[in-house]
């Protein structure tokens, strides 16, 4: 069977020695001879016969989302397991009949959208995606915060900004707190290049901007990561504050240990808030370079000199991302079309 292809599969599946011989009908039916499958078959098993019932009941979007859950690696309790290229592809294509058939499925909506950002980078495909979820709910926050959250990556932040507005004529109660979380990052960046001149704004797509110069410069530096941030160059004021804290507070006893460790503890918060743009700063090259790569997987085409790609740098930032973006990226790498230096994203927004 072709990757990603659900074509020739098996007319016939059976249960238990039954052969099931009519299409569900029921949204209820369908869930609960899904649910004996799991109970009672192996997962391969259970992927061979909801293929062969696909088959005979193709506009079944429950089967479709149960085929693409499938065909992704099983759900761990300890480290997930990241799907490989062909996975992803096969999973993709059965996400995308499953909208069609029942366009109501978030889970669907949300499991395609994540699958087209973090493991295939397919970020206009993504754009396009939850653009069609929007027309279906048109007061759902998701597409909007993904669609901006795309739109920083790419460093298009005139566009950004504009969904960033549509989104907090939103009611705040409709945003969850780890969007609430994302978006204020984003808004962060957003402002941060509306400050900067628009020649200090990376485009990757650009051979000549200065910053490949920088990066060129540092392509054996690897990036700072957070804990060496917070370890070395934090915990250090932490502990002068806490040792100038103790040794003023020691007389009044127990009170006094109470108000040290209150006043730690205010320090590391307010220290580790205040140095973000510090930490920004020190990874501003394995940002940009980050960019890079999204717009390489955007654009399905290179930007990167080959002098950076062997470099430490670029070999850190891989190590970041899942196999299937790996593999994809390595297809990208190897055709080796240039970008063009114009080249911005087809999505217009609506």
């Known amino acids: 069977m072709a990757i990603g292809s659900l074509d020739d599969l098996p007319t016939g599946a059976f249960i238990q020695g039954t052969r099931f011989e009519r299409p569900m009908r029921t949204r209820q039916e369908t869930l609960e001879w899904i649910a004996e499958l799991r109970g ?29 859950d499938l065909y992704l690696p099983p759900r761990s309790r300890g480290k997930p397991i990241d799907p490989d290229l062909s996975q992803c592809a096969k999973a993709l294509r059965c996400l995308r009949r499953a909208v069609q058939s029942d366009p109501s499925m978030d889970e669907a909506w949300a499991l395609g959208g994540l699958l087209m950002v973090d493991h295939l980078g397919m970020m206009e495909d993504a754009l396009e995606w939850w653009s069609e979820y929007s027309v279906i709910n048109p007061d759902s926050p998701v597409p909007l915060v993904e669609q901006v959250a795309i739109m920083a990556r790419y460093g298009e932040f005139d566009k950004a900004s504009t969904i960033m507005n549509s989104i907090e004529s939103l009611d705040r109660e409709m945003l969850s707190n780890s969007q609430k979380r994302r978006l204020e990052d984003i808004k962060s960046n957003i402002n941060n290049a509306a400050k900067s001149d628009e020649k200090d704004v990376f485009r990757p797509q650009d051979p000549n901007h200065p910053r490949w110069e920088k990066i060129s410069k540092y392509r054996n530096q690897k990036p700072v990561s957070q804990t060496y941030f917070l370890f070395f160059i934090v915990s250090p004021f932490v502990f002068m504050i806490g040792f100038i804290a103790s040794a003023a ?10 108000a040290t460790f209150l006043t730690i503890l205010i320090a590391f918060y307010s220290l580790t808030r205040v140095s973000e743009p510090l930490f920004r700063w020190m990874n501003r090259n394995a940002t940009d370079l980050d960019r890079a790569l999204d717009i390489e997987m955007a654009s399905g085409k290179t930007c990167i000199p080959e002098t950076i790609r062997e470099g430490r740098l670029h070999k850190k930032m891989l190590s970041f991302r899942p196999p299937a973006w790996l593999e994809r990226h390595q297809r990208i790498v190897t055709d080796g079309q240039r970008i063009s230096r114009r080249w911005a994203s087809g999505y217009e927004l609506k």
Not at 41 to 59: F, G, K, M, Y
């Open 40 to 68: 009672n078959e192996a997962r391969e098993d259970v992927l061979e016969l909801i293929e062969s019932a696909l088959n005979e009941d193709t506009e079944n979007g429950i089967l479709w989302a149960e085929a693409a």
């Open 249 to 258: 507070l020691s007389p009044y006893g127990a009170q006094g240990q109470i």
